[in-house]
């Protein structure tokens, strides 16, 4: 997403990326879960047999569907790869088993009646079986998610990535500087558990866009944070790459299960011009001023030597 713009090659390696991302492992994740196996068969199958049931329907006679069916997956096909998932399969799902519905029709048309119900019974159960142990332990956790939220706060329920990411902007809003503007994954999110402005960081592996839009905003902190990989891929390679702009505020969560890092960006004239190497990242901490109670903050943190977690092995 940071170049903008793609060449021919790009955009044919991305559709060729995609196809095999969403045949093998978005849409079959959609039906039968992620944890079965032969998933990448199980997908195979399944759109090959859709597309035989959609060439099915234009032969006899194709209507609104039949145009949406080869349109959508252009769209999904052509879409940024860091950005696909298994949330943009969903609505080819219905077409999906609707038109591999067609292609198992006529696939038994030759067969003795009284053979097809016992042969459709035998598939959707093959389709269902691998989820049903994934489906008994969604239900155990839903089942266990109210008492959870009672405990503990509304985020109990969820991993520990967005857990620590709210409770980085819970403290903000009672450990930071009152003017303070914060650049994070989630801005909204941010905001409305903190009340501290927040505005999205730079998608840009290098540090200077990062900079840039920290000074044109006059933000002086951003969130490393687990909610999903953004803030790995982003904040981090530009961390990595020039940690003489950074310090360390403090740290929310352990860093092996969806920890987050709030740390500070240092003035222009402060900032050091060295370029990160290899190995463990080490960050200065932040001066007093980049808290509201410096000294007295309860935060937990990683190493008294400045080591951040989660930007180790991003050069192996």
């Known amino acids: 997403p940071s170049l903008g713009t793609v060449g021919v090659g790009g955009l044919v390696g991305r559709v060729a990326e995609n196809a095999v991302g969403y045949t093998t492992t978005h849409l079959p994740v959609g039906v039968v879960g992620g944890e079965a196996s032969a ?16 060439a099915i329907r234009l032969r006899e006679g194709p209507g609104p569907a039949e145009l949406f069916f080869p349109l959508y997956w252009g769209v ?17 799902l219905p ?24 042969a459709a019974t035998v598939l959707v159960l093959a389709m269902l079986f691998p989820a ?16 959870d939220v009672r405990e503990r706060d509304v985020w109990a329920c969820y991993g520990g990535g967005v857990q620590s990411f709210m409770a ?10 009152d003017d303070a503007r914060v650049l994070t994954r989630k801005p909204r ?6 009340g501290v402005p927040s505005r999205a960081f730079a998608f840009f592996e290098e540090p200077e866009p990062h900079l840039e839009l920290a000074d044109a905003l006059g933000a002086r902190y951003i ?34 299960s969806g920890g987050s890092q ?53 050069d192996s």
């Open 262 to 314: 709030l740390l500070g960006i240092l003035p222009p004239e402060a900032r050091g011009r060295t370029e990160g190497g290899g190995g463990d990242v080490r960050l200065e901490s932040c001066p007093d001023d980049y808290s509201s109670s410096p000294g007295g903050t309860t935060l937990e943190n990683y190493s008294s030597s400045g080591r951040i977690p989660l930007l180790e092995g991003l």
């Open 39 to 54: 998933l990448a068969l199980f997908g195979i199958a399944l759109v090959g047999a859709a597309c035989v049931g959609w």
């Open 76 to 92: 999904v096909l052509l879409w940024p790869v860091v950005w696909s998932g298994d949330r943009f399969a969903l609505p080819l």
């Open 168 to 177: 980085a902007a819970a403290w903000s809003g009672q450990g930071l500087p």
């Open 132 to 147: 049903i142990d994934g489906w008994r332990r969604a239900m155990e956790t839903a089942s266990a998610c109210p008492a």
């Open 223 to 256: 969130l490393l944070d687990q909610w999903d990989g953004f803030a790995r891929r982003y904040v981090a390679s530009a961390v990595t790459r020039r940690p003489g702009a950074f310090c360390f505020v403090g740290g929310f969560g352990s860093a092996a």
């Open 189 to 194: 999110h941010f905001y409305l558990q903190s």
């Open 95 to 118: 077409l999906v088993f609707v038109y591999g519905a067609l292609a198992f029709r006529a696939a038994t048309r030759r067969v003795p009646d009284a053979v097809v119900p016992v």
